[in-house]
């Protein structure tokens, strides 16, 4: 294996500047308009196959992954037909943000310019606000729904069926897609035949490329791996997969076309150990690899991975910083027959993290109480090296989640996580395991708080009195979180109906189970299941509010509610307010294993899971075997920006501060250490919590160095007790601090941020500080 070329490469990957690229967005007008009298997805696809056949491509001077997204190395390309408004709003500020910057000349600022006229008004985005209602703006403006990439973007959030894809390859594919245009003339099948030979074109064009390269090439060994790598390139998924290597790259190619098809973001990888398991084993019995062949070539992919990039408005980009595209690969866990699933490859993928230590691929790991213990101190070794990764998901918890809802439990157990936390069955989800409509759950509490009155904007939508007790108060609750969930569902809906044509993605909606037979995209209805949640922010922090109001007004009468209320807002400053404040901050808050406040948190949890019954998708009843909605604690860096719009709350939190992220506790109010918290996580509905149950935690760098072997069994404790997810930072505030002062020192230093990982250095001062507020447990 050569070490000093990866380690070169990994460093252009961490050096990299992120810039935007015209390219797409010129080639899909082009093709637009020439195809004006198709259907839509004709359009799409066709679009799809032009951009592929005349875009740049290029191979990275030492990778021996080939697949580019745009014209160069963290290029993010324009997708003009889901949103352009403000594209052309920001061309000049991409420069100048405090966090994501992207570089931009001037030729790709006059190209986005000249394609501007023909996308005004007739984008994803634009239809979503034609239809958007008044009680979904006035929500907006008070700070409790945020639509996010839903209204203006792809949806992402699918893996393919990557098993099906290796033995089949897309000649097969388009042979049944030909052979159903014989009896339906369905613009699908067609728009799949095109979409599908675009693809091959797109790797043929590679393998040109690649011929030419190695021709030129002095190197004898380079000169041998490119003309391998252009033989590949010239036949991959003609056919069935041939060996570990192509298995490799054509993962890694369907990944860099899903991203040119769509910008959806959380394209992700599955099971990788387990579908690729059957190739390296192959070639490790025939001597075609060895072992250290099979990591160099999974390195390399991994740290491709960090070349490819997305934009977003600089507004939403305050809800997912440090330009994450979530591409999760999970390795470990149990077989779909019940039996052990960790493997040889489980371990190489470990350990082309360590070699990489990037912030791609959102790496985790599936285990369970009984899992090899080998397995999970080589995860722990990783996480101990402060990288973030990989996030640890209980096998027990998530299925058990998985067949409340319905699904066999051949599929439940062979899940994997979707983007950050969220989890699915691996080529049979459709999009969107989370990330609908954001909700604020901080502003619903504080609105209710004050009779329905947001004090920002004046706005009321509900009036309601000061409740006299606890019971009352509990049932304002449910009222106001009920009325705000409706009307976030209804956004839910516009968004998706806007999407069934908008995001028509014949490529990525083929390479999903149910698709190709049903002559449906993903959107409309074409997956096996159909299985959506929203991202609800704040469950600890009105925990802990609720408990306050509870033991401190109702029971000991401390202070009135009006008291309380004018504290919060003169954000505690008043000299009755430091008294309220201080009394506040005395009290227990969740995560300490108090049962009276974890329960209610746990309340909190139960009030939102007891509506989802009520809510269904629009592609109920129209191909899915199971379509509905779950629960989810994935928010990404939302908790922080959703903060900024909360005034003081009763839990004694400053006004403007973050929220909780996921189902972790509120910033340094964890203060019993790491088994306490993991005792009130554990009391929580977790396994009804079925697209991802949230739980951030940091550890010293000391602590785990020092009891390691600790760390390894409270990873087996977790698990025992029924913790869903887990993911660490294991990095010192000292360090963190050093970093936002001397940021060019520290562009190696990877960061768990929310459900993924990023380079601390890129993102904003707040979300810094927000990591940096998170408890430093040791053991």
Not at 3 to 22: F, G, H, P, V
Not at 192 to 197: A, D, Y
Not at 651 to 663: F, I, K, T, V, Y
Request: charged fraction near 25%.
């Amino acid at each position: 294996m050569n070490q000093e070329r990866i380690d070169r490469l990994r460093k252009k990957m961490e050096k990299r500047e992120a810039s935007i690229c015209s390219q797409r967005a010129l080639l899909y007008t082009q093709s637009f308009k020439n195809n004006e009298q198709d259907s839509y997805i004709l359009k799409k696809a066709k679009a799809f196959a032009h951009t592929l056949n005349h875009m740049d491509i290029y191979v990275e001077q030492d990778s021996l992954i080939f697949g580019n997204q745009a014209s160069h190395n963290f290029a993010a390309p324009i997708f003009p037909e889901y949103s352009i408004q403000w594209v052309i709003d920001e061309l000049d500020e991409f420069e100048k943000r405090k966090g994501d910057v992207f570089k931009i000349d001037e030729q790709t600022k006059q190209d986005l310019r000249s394609i501007y006229p023909y996308w005004k008004g007739n984008t994803h985005e634009d239809e979503v606000n034609r239809n958007i209602t008044e009680d979904i703006l006035l929500a907006q403006k008070q700070g409790i729904i945020h639509r996010g990439g839903i209204s203006m973007s792809g949806d992402g959030h699918i893996v393919c069926d990557y098993e099906m894809i290796l033995n089949t390859g897309f000649r097969k594919l388009i042979d049944i897609a030909k052979s159903h245009l014989d009896n339906d003339s369905n613009d699908y099948y067609q728009s799949v035949i095109i979409s599908l030979e675009g693809a091959l074109s797109f790797c043929k064009r590679f393998g040109t490329l690649l011929e030419q390269l190695a021709d030129k090439e002095q190197d004898i060994t380079r000169k041998k791996e490119l003309k391998k790598m252009s033989e590949i390139a010239c036949t991959m998924l003609e056919q069935p997969c041939q060996s570990f290597y192509e298995a490799v790259e054509i993962v890694y190619m369907i990944h860099v076309l899903l991203m040119i098809e769509s910008n959806g973001h959380s394209f992700c990888f599955g099971r990788f150990d387990q579908y690729l398991l059957p190739f390296y084993q192959h070639d490790i019995e025939t001597n075609i690899i060895t072992k250290d062949d099979a990591l160099e070539i999974i390195t390399h992919m991994f740290i491709m991975l960090s070349s490819q990039n997305k934009v977003r408005p600089y507004e939403h980009t305050k809800f997912s910083q440090g330009y994450p595209l979530y591409s999760n690969l999970v390795v470990g866990g149990l077989k779909p027959d019940g039996s052990e699933g960790v493997n040889e490859l489980s371990y190489l993928c470990i350990e082309a993290m360590h070699n990489c230590s990037l912030a791609e691929p959102n790496f985790s790991a599936r285990y369970h109480q009984n899992s090899p213990r080998k397995f999970i101190e080589a995860c722990a070794k990783l996480i101990a090296t402060g990288c973030g990764m990989p996030s640890m998901f209980n096998d027990e918890v998530a299925i058990k989640g998985l067949l409340d809802l319905g699904i066999p439990k051949i599929d439940a157990y062979d899940y994997c996580p979707i983007g950050c936390v969220e989890t699915g069955v691996p080529g049979k989800y459709g999009h969107r395991a989370t990330g609908m409509t954001y909700v604020n759950w901080g502003k619903v509490l504080e609105i209710m708080l004050y009779g329905g009155i947001d004090l920002n904007t004046g706005i009321c939508m509900k009036q309601t009195k000061q409740a006299s007790n606890y019971d009352e108060l509990w049932k304002q609750w449910q009222d106001y979180l009920k009325f705000y969930t409706d009307i976030a569902v209804e956004c839910d809906k516009i968004c998706d109906k806007s999407l069934e044509k908008y995001d028509a993605d014949p490529f990525a909606s083929c390479l999903v189970c149910d698709s190709l037979k049903l002559g449906k995209t993903l959107k409309q209805g074409g997956c096996r299941y159909d299985v959506v949640s929203q991202s609800n922010i704040g469950p600890s922090v009105v925990g802990n509010s609720l408990y306050t109001i509870k033991k401190l007004v109702f029971e000991h009468k401390e202070f009135t509610m009006d008291e309380l209320l004018e504290a919060m807002k003169n954000n505690w400053q008043s000299e009755s307010g430091k008294r309220i404040h201080k009394k506040i901050m005395k009290l227990d808050k969740f995560g300490n294993d108090v049962d009276e406040v974890d329960y209610i948190v746990k309340d909190v949890f139960d009030s939102y899971l007891e509506l989802l019954p009520n809510y269904q998708t629009i592609r109920k009843d129209k191909g899915p075997m199971i379509s509905c909605y779950t629960m989810s604690t994935s928010n990404i860096t939302s908790y922080v920006p959703n903060g900024f719009v909360v005034g003081a709350t009763p839990d004694g939190r400053m006004a403007g501060s973050p929220l909780n992220e996921g189902c972790s506790p509120t910033q340094g109010t964890d203060i019993k250490g790491p088994t306490a918290l993991i005792n009130s996580v554990s009391k929580l509905p977790n396994e009804k919590v079925a697209a991802g149950q949230l739980l951030n935690m940091r550890f010293m760098s000391q602590s785990l160095i020092d009891h390691f072997d600790l760390f390894v069994d409270f990873l087996i404790v977790s698990a025992q007790k029924g913790i869903y997810h887990n993911q660490f930072n294991v990095i010192d505030s000292n360090v963190l601090r050093q970093a936002q002062i001397h940021p060019e020192q520290y562009t190696d230093l990877i960061v768990r941020v929310a459900g993924y990982c990023a380079q601390f250095v890129s993102l904003m001062p707040q979300t810094q500080d927000a990591i940096i507020a998170r408890t430093e447990n040791s053991f």
